[in-house]
């Protein structure tokens, strides 16, 4: 009796972890898409009328950071969309290479993380 009511609450943590994993990576879905779509909007080049152009300029530097930001963004959102595929799948938290579980610290930094401690340091 007793390891079935240990295995039952190692069960129940483990849910309950998974759980708030859930609750994290969608917050964080969220917020990513909220960006993507604010970086969506094309600055208004030219409209001053300067004749060193350095604040278009200085715009168009801005644009280009903004480009940068998105697309890693974007990637970021498709690992965490993953995540919650593989929640969704009772998959979540196996490490893709090696198939072991991917350590609780890991997942604590990283929710979306898809390799063990092990795999990432290879």
């Known amino acids: 009796m007793t ?11 483990k849910l309950e972890d998974i759980i708030e994993f859930k609750k994290q990576l969608e917050e964080e879905a969220g917020e990513l ?17 300067e004749t060193d152009f350095s604040e278009e300029a200085d ?3 801005e644009f280009s950071e903004k480009i940068g930001e998105t697309g890693a963004y974007k990637e970021r959102l498709a690992d965490i ?3 919650l595929d593989k929640i969704s799948r009772n998959e979540y938290g196996k490490c893709e290479k090696c198939g072991n579980e991917i350590e609780m610290q ?13 795999c990432k340091q290879k």
């Open 59 to 61: 715009e168009a530097e």
């Open 33 to 49: 898409e909220l960006k993507i779509k604010s970086f969506k909007k094309m600055p208004e080049f030219g409209s001053d009328t």
């Open 3 to 13: 390891k079935i009511f240990l295995y039952s609450n190692l069960f129940i943590m």
């Open 81 to 83: 969309e993953l995540a």
């Open 106 to 118: 890991v997942l604590k930094v990283n929710p979306e993380s898809r390799l063990c401690k092990n």
